[in-house]
């Protein structure tokens, strides 16, 4: 239960601080060819980058080998303003495609200068493999993507949101878990 639980809610950690604002900074950008392209070429510099940095495996594979990842994937928050993270990291936006979160806005861009075709080679390397390699050495570059994919992790948001999914029993994986949390609860107050 809680092992099917953790895998949904790290790939909604890597959406909603990765992969969809990224999605929003290229579209801010004009960038359409790199905005459509996270999802294919992208993807990969950020699956590694996260599984560099923390050894952890998010349940999508990346192509570590992809010499595209710099279509899609770039320095984004540093063309951010920090209210877009405050949209992102709200938890009713947890997960969810930047399209549909209230809030994002044109404002929230405060420069074209990673949104650009080649730019993101310098943020990338060759290819996703570089990055996850420059990842395992904490390369700080990467230090803003680990703490914003970090965030969805912190006490405050994973044990409370965990708790609410799983005693919600919505997905069928997750019955009985209120019956396991009644008999276990009281042993291990």
């Known amino acids: 239960m809680v092992e099917d639980y953790l895998d949904t809610h790290k790939e909604n950690a890597f959406n909603s601080s990765l992969h969809e604002p990224a999605r929003?900074?290229?579209?801010?950008?004009g960038n359409h060819h790199?905005?459509?392209?996270?999802?294919?070429?992208?993807?990969?510099?950020?699956?590694?980058?996260?599984?560099?940095?923390?050894?952890c495996q998010i349940p999508i594979i990346p192509l570590?080998?992809?010499?595209?990842?710099?279509?899609?994937?770039?320095?984004?928050?540093?063309?951010?303003?920090?209210?877009?993270?405050?949209?992102?990291?709200?938890?009713s936006s947890f997960g969810k495609d930047f399209e549909g979160l209230k809030g994002l806005n044109r404002r929230m861009l405060k420069s074209y200068e990673h949104g650009t075709y080649g730019a993101g080679r310098t943020?990338?390397?060759?290819?996703?493999?570089?990055m996850e390699e420059a990842a395992k050495k904490?390369?700080?570059?990467?230090?803003?993507?680990a703490n914003k994919f970090a965030f969805f992790f912190t006490k405050e948001?994973?044990?409370?949101r965990m708790f609410e999914v799983l005693n919600a029993?919505?997905?069928?994986?997750?019955?009985?878990?209120?019956?396991?949390?009644?008999?276990?609860?009281?042993?291990?107050?």
Do not use: M
């Open 138 to 145: 904490k390369d700080k570059r990467y230090l803003p993507y």
């Open 157 to 160: 948001f994973l044990v409370k």
């Open 123 to 130: 943020f990338v390397g060759r290819n996703a493999r570089d």
């Open 64 to 91: 570590a080998g992809d010499y595209d990842t710099f279509k899609g994937c770039g320095d984004i928050w540093a063309g951010l303003s920090d209210s877009a993270w405050n949209v992102f990291s709200d938890p």
């Open 24 to 29: 929003f900074y290229f579209d801010l950008c």
């Open 169 to 189: 029993e919505v997905n069928p994986a997750y019955i009985g878990f209120r019956k396991a949390y009644d008999d276990l609860y009281p042993v291990f107050q």
């Open 34 to 55: 790199h905005r459509d392209h996270v999802n294919v070429h992208g993807i990969n510099g950020f699956l590694c980058l996260v599984r560099g940095w923390f050894g």
